[in-house]
């Protein structure tokens, strides 16, 4: 039960909840805050959403060198740039550059020295086109910050069209490298194993793909059939999402069909 362990945070890694749990953000959004054994300065993941009470309370653990941001969903962005403020004009780091402070894309593969902490940004599109993973090493000890792109419990969500399931699954290939690397997640409790959390996902996802096949195998030609067909016990509160994640399915299948094909054809 090695991927269903929930691990104990490193001495170097503060978790700060906001106060924004929900059906797609668990107990709520994760803000991360990283300071190195004897550092001055820490680093901030994932500000989260705009209350001034949480965003009070990471600015308390500053002063920061850079705020970090995992992918542009208002859960995990929307308080960054009064925070920024707050802390006066602290950057913010985002692969998307609509939400940086200022505007310059983070560079995906880059490194970021960071006063005891070494950072790696990981490319990891598919939740969103702009998620990318953070691992970090420091004190001789190694975790990856995963944002939304595998989360503490349950499954994530591919939210199409900004997500991309083909750009997912190569995404969660990636991270089966970090065998036994704690994992800290966007929402819900950091992990043990990033490898064993990412190989059940795609596992997950291969058994709802061939869940969704079978559904369009025998009929199922909108979203709307195959939610009824591959999550008929889903909350309303969450159809949306299954919407999301059955269209992004579908987009999937369709290009793999495309794709046929040319693979049967090698010229
Ligand atoms: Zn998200």
Known sequence: MGAAEVVELP???????????????????????????????????????LDEDHLARIAGHGPFLFILITHGHHDHVEGAARLSELLGGTHVLAADPRHGVPADPLGRGEHLGADGLEIQV???????????????????????????????????????????????????????AYERVPMLPGHGPARADCAALAREYLTHRDQRLTQVRAAVAAGADSPEAIVAAVYPEIAPDVRFAALWSARAQLDYLRRESQQAPEQLDPL
Do not use: K, Q
Request: proline share 9%; net charge negative.
């Open 11 to 49: 001495s170097w890694v503060t978790l700060l909840r906001a106060p924004n749990a929900g059906p797609m953000t668990l107990d709520g959004t994760n803000t991360w805050v990283l300071r190195a054994p004897g550092a001055e300065h820490a680093v901030v993941i994932d500000p989260g959403p």
């Open 122 to 176: 990981l490319d990891t599109p598919g939740h969103t086109a702009d998620s990318v993973c953070f691992l970090v090493e420091c004190a001789g000890e190694r975790v990856v910050f995963t944002g939304d792109t595998v989360l503490g419990r349950g499954t994530t969500v591919v939210a199409w069209p900004d997500g991309d399931l083909g750009a997912y699954l190569p995404s969660l290939a990636l991270l089966t």
